[in-house]
């Protein structure tokens, strides 16, 4: 019922931005609520942003005021708009969520920030 398939990583100087973008392939999106996290190498997964089915957020602090998460459920699309990257935010993002008991995770994509 849910599939998640991440894309619009890639490699970006400091001070750069890009948008990643999570599809649902699935027919619940609307009733998900959808986060973010990242893995970078030799560090434990952390969560970045998340996005309730009616559109609040929340960020952690590493990413408050640079990044920004937002869903389009007419396109089973969630969203992170990162601004302001720093060579800290290099990672595998990785979109997530829960249904019912079961939890979906996508395949992740890297972001790569350095100059």
């Known amino acids: 019922q849910v599939q998640l398939v991440e894309s619009g990583g890639g490699w970006v100087q400091p001070g750069g931005s890009l948008r990643l973008s999570c599809v649902d392939s699935g027919s619940v999106f609307g009733m998900l609520p959808m986060y973010w996290y990242r893995q970078a190498p030799g560090k434990q997964r952390e969560w970045v942003a998340s996005?309730?089915?009616?559109?609040?957020?929340a960020y952690a602090d590493s990413v408050k005021d640079r990044f920004t998460v937002s869903r389009e459920n007419a396109k089973s699309t969630m969203y992170l708009t990162m601004n302001n990257l720093r060579p800290e935010d290099t990672a595998v993002y990785y979109c997530?969520?829960?249904?019912?008991?079961?939890?979906?995770w996508g395949q992740g994509t890297q972001v790569t920030v350095s100059s």
């Open positions: 997530y969520t829960k249904f019912g008991a079961t939890t979906y």
């Open positions: 996005i309730t089915t009616i559109g609040t957020t």
